[in-house]
């Protein structure tokens, strides 16, 4: 029970909630290893994640991954693997150190965005029974009693602050070849920034794994230790290996994604033009960035996105009680005043992080990870690596796009879609489809569809088809403006090959209520009809509420009673001249209604139990 206690209540695997029946003691440094019987070597797993455990299995593409990555290695060659986030890239890397090390005293050192990147890095070395230390500079990184630890977490930020570069070779040169450097999130590193440069200081080790979930950078300058090849006027980023989002879908590690584009009028002053512009976001064109800044501050266009968002999780959370929503803005005084908009639209004040907030973000973040708490407002503080796997809705109240003008990538939009997309294991539902709420402009038009044709190249691998190829947009600039006030307007969502309209998706929505239907998707639903040909409006399909009538007990007893007759009918003609006992399947039939031989007199719920059975023959 103390070990239950000491782990949160919550699988140091998966983070299932567990109840003190569904968990299992287990070691953290292996038993067969060395490992104590004791509290402070235990820890609790849900029993799935123990059995996992035991084996470690790689997933598919780690194993293939690890091979080349091993292949590098062994001829001291620095290496770079792309995953997509939520894929399994930090378990990989700490199986890649695991097989390098192999029985050699061999240490290793991960160089991480933020500190609560190093915690999940530290927790899954741990699983693996390696000892992972925090250091907060190079002094204690190079100090330190590697006897007791095989791995030292700092930030990049730490390693860029050392303030002796000479001792720091030294002790590279003298344990190098029995060390290996893991940075993760390697395009954080420049060759011409300050973190760039220190990495560099670090060819020299026995071993260099460079991991990245979006490898590029919008300044256009090169990340150490990564090969690039030449395409048309851009220099791209050439990983050894490759596990992107189609990949991901493909093998159900992330979820599929439904874009919810909202549209809306903005209004600024141009202050070099003296006039006042008035646009709608999806056809600003060279205005899209002032446009889009006018759209995400607090205005009736945020309200109106806060309100979508909120309205999908209650939805959502029929089925999976502790889905989330994260809101992204700008900055913390945009933040401060979406907290107070959620207050009044909800109810209840969200949980906000950002940099003048007095509590510690990280504290903030592990707490909001294990409750059960709707909504999370955050500016820059929930990025890459921050794995809270409940988030399922984010609503986009940020001008940071940042979309490349030459390849139309976005390093931010990548990030925030990241942290939705992680596939939970432990939620035993149909359909976890995420829902992304982000401004219409023509650049995030362009990245949505190309997200959805990944969707769709899955679907088509899965056929049979060929792949199609993608399509890239242009970026932006800014001008001396004031941005005034902007209105929302039409809500879009992409779905697979589907773009349906907000007043489809209302429609459905009201037609799913008039007949209780209460896990769907409205927007798979749409796409599952258009796809069928069935639509494209599928106004044959939906039942406005305000023409609906609760038909009372009687009426829907004839009709049942009627569907049952024409049900036998049917049956009794395919049977015929097959050779089965007419007269043998009336009382099969009446014994289905539960001990009532008479079918004129049977209950409502009599006649459902006889009608399922009449729909299985």
């Not at 090969?227 to 590690?253: H, N, T, W």
Request: hydrophobic content about 35%.
């Amino acid at each position: 029970c103390e070990i239950l206690i000491r782990s949160g209540w919550h699988c140091q695997m998966c983070d299932k909630e567990l109840d003190g029946t569904n968990y299992e003691a287990d070691h953290i440094k292996p038993f067969t290893r060395g490992g104590k019987t004791t509290i402070e070597n235990g820890q609790a797993l849900c029993k799935q994640c123990n059995r996992r455990k035991g084996s470690m299995e790689l997933r598919k593409w780690q194993a293939t991954a690890l091979e080349i990555a091993s292949y590098h290695f062994a001829r001291q060659e620095p290496v770079l693997i792309e995953a997509y986030p939520g894929s399994g890239k930090t378990f990989f890397g700490a199986s890649a150190f695991i097989k390098w090390r192999q029985s050699q005293k061999r240490s290793a050192i991960i160089v991480v965005p933020s500190l609560i990147i190093g915690e999940s890095w530290a927790k899954t070395f741990s699983r693996m029974g390696v000892n992972v230390a925090y250091r907060n500079g190079m002094d204690d990184v190079m100090n330190m009693p590697y006897s007791d630890y095989s791995a030292v977490c700092i930030t990049y930020q730490a390693i860029s602050a050392n303030r002796n570069p000479d001792q720091f070779r030294r002790f590279l040169e003298q344990k190098g070849e029995s060390l290996m450097i893991i940075f993760d999130e390697v395009h954080h590193c420049g060759e011409s920034n300050v973190w760039g440069q220190v990495a560099k200081q670090c060819e020299k080790a026995g071993a260099i794994l460079c991991l990245t979930g979006t490898p590029f950078r919008l300044d256009g300058c090169r990340i150490p230790f990564v090969k690039y090849k030449q395409i048309g006027d851009e220099q791209v980023c050439e990983p050894a290996y490759k596990y992107q989002y189609r990949d991901a879908l493909a093998d159900s590690v992330v979820r599929p994604v439904v874009f919810m584009t909202q549209d809306g009028i903005a209004v600024w002053e141009d202050f070099a033009e003296g006039v006042e512009v008035k646009s709608a976001l999806s056809a600003s064109g060279a205005h899209s960035w002032k446009a889009l800044t006018t759209a995400t501050m607090p205005s009736d266009y945020s309200r109106k996105m806060l309100e979508s968002g909120w309205q999908r999780i209650q939805d959502l959370r029929v089925e999976d009680p502790k889905a989330a929503q994260i809101v992204f803005a700008s900055d913390n005084r945009s933040a401060d005043e979406y907290v107070e908009m959620i207050t009044e639209v909800c109810g209840f004040r969200p949980v906000v992080v950002h940099s003048d907030v007095d509590e510690d973000s990280k504290e903030i973040i592990n707490r909001f990870r294990d409750s059960s708490e709707p909504i999370l407002v955050s500016v820059r503080m929930v990025a890459e690596g921050v794995d809270i796997p409940r988030l399922r809705v984010a609503v986009c109240l940020t001008n940071k796009h940042g979309f490349s003008q030459d390849s139309g990538e976005s390093l931010a939009m990548e990030q925030m879609l990241g942290r939705i997309v992680r596939m939970r294991g432990d939620l035993d539902i149909e359909d976890q489809s995420c829902y992304f709420y982000v401004p219409r402009t023509e650049n995030v038009e362009k990245w949505a569809l190309r997200i959805r044709e990944d969707q769709l190249h899955v679907a088509k691998l899965q056929r049979g088809d060929d792949k199609e190829p993608r399509t890239r947009g242009p970026g932006e600039q800014q001008a001396m403006w004031l941005p005034k006030e902007a209105s929302a307007t039409e809500t879009t969502a992409i779905h697979n090959e589907q773009s349906i309209s907000r007043e489809e998706i209302d429609r459905i929505k009201d037609a799913f209520k008039a007949h209780n239907v209460i896990n769907w998707s409205p927007e798979r639903f749409a796409a599952i009809m258009k796809d069928a040909r069935l639509g494209p409006t599928l106004s044959a399909q939906t039942v406005e509420p305000t023409s609906y009538e609760p038909m009372s007990y009687e009426s829907r007893r004839g009709d049942f009673l009627k569907r049952n007759n024409s049900k036998a009918k049917q049956l009794v003609g395919k049977l015929r001249g097959s050779g089965v006992m007419l007269d043998w399947m009336a009382p099969n039939v009446d014994w289905r209604a539960e001990g009532n031989p008479d079918v004129q007199t049977c209950t409502l719920e009599q006649l459902k139990a006889r009608l399922t059975w009449l729909d299985h023959w």
